[in-house]
C-alpha cells in the first residue's frame, strides 16, 4: 500500500510505503500518550508520530487491542456461546452491534474473526480440496489466501489453506530428509535473519518457511532439553502465570523454546500428586480461554512450589504428606546415626523412623551433606579414623564407614584405604619416574595381556602401582618401541632437519609421507613429526590473537559440525581447516570462550 504526505507542499510529495509488520511496544505505548491528550486523530498521530503507519491500520490497532476495556486472547466458551446467541437475534454481520451491546470487551474484528472459523473444525483434506486449492493459486497467486477461502475454500482457514499448499501442494516443494548443504544455509541464515521463516527459506531451495521452522526445532543446537533445574522451574511457571503464552515465556528462559515449555507444562499437570491434590481445580472452566486457564494453573503450582508440605502417592494408592522444610540438626543428627549403624541404607525404612520425611527426601539430605567433603591431604586422626570403621564394618560397606569418617565421602575413604594398604608395602616406588628399561617391559607387558595393568605389574614391574602403569600408558598411548626412547623436546637442529625432510619427501598432490619423513630425524616418531609441524613450523598455519570475525566462524563451525555427528573425520581437524587453525588452538579458543559465556555459548 502506498501514500504521500498530505501535508508536503505539491512539488515536494513523495510516496511513503506503509509498515506491514507486526506493531512494536514502542509504537503502542506512542499511541496510547497520543490518544490520551488528543483524542482519537488518527491523521494527526500518522502525521506527526508514525509517518510509517497509515490512519486506517492505527485506528484498527487501537481499536483491537489498546482499547482499556478491550481483552485480547481466544474467547471463552461463555463468550461464544454468547456470540451465537448475538448472531441468532441480531443477524450475521453486525459485527459492531454485538460488540456494543453483547462482548463490549472484544473487538468487532475479533468477534468476525471467531465466528469465521468456529465452524472450520480441522479435518483431513480430501483429493477434490487439494485440486480446488491448486486450481484457486493458479487463478489467484500464491498469496491470496482470504480470497481463495472467500471464493473457493469457504469451510477453511487462511492458515490452513496456505499451511497446506506449502507443505504438501506447492510444485516447487522439496520433501524428504535435509541435506547437508541445507542444513548449512538452514544454520547461516538463522544467524543472520534470525526466526524470520520467510527470509530464511528464501536461500533454501525448494523448502517452505514452515519446514524450515520445523526443522530448527530439531536441530537448534542453542536449546537445552535436558533436566530442569529448580530454580528454571520456579522462573517457569512464576512468567507463566504472569503471561500465559508459551512463546513469550520461552523469551524469559535462557536455552528454552516454546515447544520444550510446552512440554515442561503438559508434564507437570500429568503429575500424580498434583492431581490428587488439586483434582478439578486444573480443569479449564468455560468462563476462561486458553491463556487465562494457564495463567490459574501457574499461579496452581506456584502455590504448590510454596506449600510448607509435599505429597505422594503410597503404593497402596493412598496421598501421604511430608514436611517440606529444610532438616532440623536433630532431623540432621538422626539420619546420620541411622546411616552409619546400616552397612546399605534402606531408606524406606529411614524415612519410616524419622516420620514426616519421605525415602527421597532423606536420600537428598544426605547426599547434601557429603557434598561437604574435605579435599587434600590426610590427617593421622583421619586415617586412624578410617582404619577404626573398616574394622568395625569389615570394609563391607563403604557408605558405612564414611558416615564414621566426618566430612570424607564414601569414594575418599575407598582411595585412602587403598593407598593404606600399599604404603604398607615399602617395595613399592613412589615419586619417582618410570626408567627406560620399566617402559620397555611395560610395553612387552602391554602385548602380552592387553590393558590388565594388575597381571602386568605382577608379572613384570612389582615395584609399581598398576594406576602409575596405567596412567603412564594412557598419557603416552606408544605404538612402539621408538615411542618410549623418544626425546620430549624438539631442538633447532631438529626443526632444521624436519623442515628438510619434509621439503624432500612432500608428493606431487602435496601430501607428506609422515613414515619416510620419520626416519631421516633420528629419534623421533611420524605422530611427533606430524604434530610438531601441524603446531609449530607450519607457515601456512596462523597463530596468534583471534579476531571477532574468526570467533564468530568459530561458533558457526562448531554449531554446523555438531548436526553431523556420522563423520569419520574429527570434529577440531575439520574446524581447523576450515580456519587455517590447529585443530588444537580451535578446540582451545571454543572451551576459553564456553567458559567466558562469549557470545552466550
Keep these: 500500500m502506498f501514500a504521500y504526505h498530505r501535508w508536503l507542499p505539491i512539488k515536494q510529495l513523495k510516496w511513503v510505503r506503509f509498515n506491514h509488520n507486526t506493531w512494536e511496544p514502542w509504537e503502542d505505548q506512542m499511541m496510547k500518550d497520543f490518544v490520551n491528550v488528543n483524542g482519537r486523530k488518527w491523521s494527526q498521530l500518522v502525521q506527526h508520530c508514525l509517518p510509517h503507519r497509515s490512519p486506517k491500520q492505527c485506528e484498527l490497532r487501537y481499536t483491537d487491542a489498546l482499547m482499556p476495556n478491550r481483552q485480547l486472547g481466544p474467547l471463552s466458551e461463555d463468550e461464544k456461546s454468547v456470540l451465537k446467541k448475538a448472531i441468532a437475534e441480531l443477524g450475521e454481520g453486525k459485527w459492531a452491534q454485538i460488540s456494543r451491546e453483547y462482548l463490549p470487551h472484544r473487538a468487532p474484528r475479533q468477534l468476525r474473526q471467531e465466528w469465521i472459523s468456529c465452524g472450520r473444525v480441522p479435518r483431513q483434506w480430501t483429493p477434490q480440496e487439494d485440486q480446488v ?25 487462511n492458515i490452513q489453506i496456505r499451511s497446506r499448499y506449502r507443505l504438501y501442494l506447492a510444485p516447487e516443494i522439496k520433501k524428504g530428509p535435509w541435506t547437508q548443504e541445507e542444513l548449512n544455509l538452514l544454520l547461516r541464515r538463522t544467524i543472520i535473519h534470525g526466526e524470520k521463516w520467510d527470509k530464511v527459506a528464501e536461500g533454501i531451495p525448494g523448502r517452505q518457511p514452515e519446514q524450515c521452522y520445523r526443522k530448527w526445532l530439531e536441530i537448534d543446537p542453542g536449546v537445552d532439553k535436558g533436566e530442569w533445574s529448580p530454580e528454571e522451574e520456579r522462573l517457569f511457571w512464576e512468567r507463566m502465570s504472569e503471561l500465559g503464552s508459551y512463546s513469550k515465556v520461552a523469551k524469559h528462559m535462557p536455552g528454552r523454546n516454546n515447544v520444550v515449555c510446552a512440554t515442561k507444562y503438559k508434564e507437570t499437570l500429568r503429575d500424580k500428586e498434583l492431581r490428587a491434590l488439586y483434582g478439578d481445580e486444573l480443569v479449564r472452566k468455560k468462563s476462561e480461554n486458553i491463556v487465562q486457564w494457564r495463567k ?66 532423606c536420600r537428598r ?24 570403621a573398616v574394622e568395625q564394618c569389615s570394609a563391607e560397606s563403604w557408605t558405612a564407614i564414611a558416615a564414621r569418617v566426618p566430612a570424607r565421602s564414601r569414594i575418599q575413604c575407598f582411595q585412602r584405604w587403598k593407598r593404606l594398604c ?13 626408567t627406560t628399561q620399566e617402559k620397555e617391559l611395560l610395553f612387552e607387558g602391554y602385548k602380552i595381556f592387553g590393558a590388565d ?36 623436546h624438539w631442538t633447532e637442529e631438529q626443526d632444521e632437519a624436519l623442515k628438510y625432510a619434509i621439503q624432500r619427501t612432500t608428493n606431487d598432490d602435496g601430501k607428506i609421507p609422515w613414515s619416510q619423513v620419520a626416519k631421516l630425524i633420528e629419534g623421533r616418531t611420524p605422530k611427533q613429526c606430524r604434530c610438531r609441524w601441524q603446531l609449530t613450523l607450519n607457515p601456512s598455519i596462523k ?26 573425520i574429527g570434529l577440531w581437524t575439520k574446524i581447523g581447516k576450515e580456519l587455517n587453525r590447529a585443530a588444537v588452538a580451535c578446540r582451545a579458543k571454543y572451551q576459553s570462550m564456553r567458559s567466558k559465556s562469549r557470545f552466550a555459548i
Excluded at 487463478?139 to 482470504?146: E, N
Excluded at 509435599?310 to 522444610?325: C, E, G, P, V
Excluded at 574435605?374 to 583421619?382: C, F, I, L, R, S
Design 365 to 388: 539430605q544426605y547426599e547434601k551433606l557429603t557434598e561437604k567433603i574435605k579435599t587434600g591431604k590426610w590427617t593421622p586422626e583421619e586415617d586412624q579414623q578410617l582404619k577404626d
Design 133 to 157: 486449492l491448486k486450481e484457486a493459486v493458479d487463478a489467484f497467486g500464491d498469496k491470496q489466501w482470504t480470497k481463495i477461502v472467500k471464493f473457493c475454500l469457504p469451510h477453511r482457514t
Design 422 to 434: 600399599q604404603q604398607a608395602d615399602n617395595n613399592i616406588l613412589r615419586n619417582t619416574p618410570l
Design 296 to 361: 490459574r494453573v501457574a499461579s496452581i503450582v506456584c502455590s504448590w512450589f510454596d506449600s510448607q508440605m509435599d505429597f505422594m502417592i503410597d503404593s497402596n494408592q493412598s496421598l501421604r504428606a511430608y514436611k517440606k522444610t529444610a532438616f532440623s540438626q536433630e532431623e540432621i543428627d538422626l539420619l546420620n546415626k541411622l546411616v552409619s549403624q546400616s552397612k546399605e541404607p534402606d531408606w524406606k525404612a529411614i524415612a519410616g523412623q524419622l516420620g514426616d520425611r519421605s525415602p527421597a527426601q
Design 543 to 568: 597463530r596468534g590473537s583471534w579476531s571477532m570475525e574468526e570467533e564468530l566462524m568459530l561458533l558457526e563451525l562448531v554449531q554446523k559440525e555438531s548436526m553431523h555427528k556420522d563423520s569419520n
Design 453 to 488: 595393568f594388575n597381571a602386568i605389574q605382577k608379572s613384570y614391574l612389582p615395584n609399581r602401582r598398576p594406576e602409575q602403569l596405567k596412567g603412564w600408558w594412557h598419557y603416552n598411548n606408544p605404538s612402539s618401541l621408538d615411542d618410549i626412547t623418544r626425546r620430549h
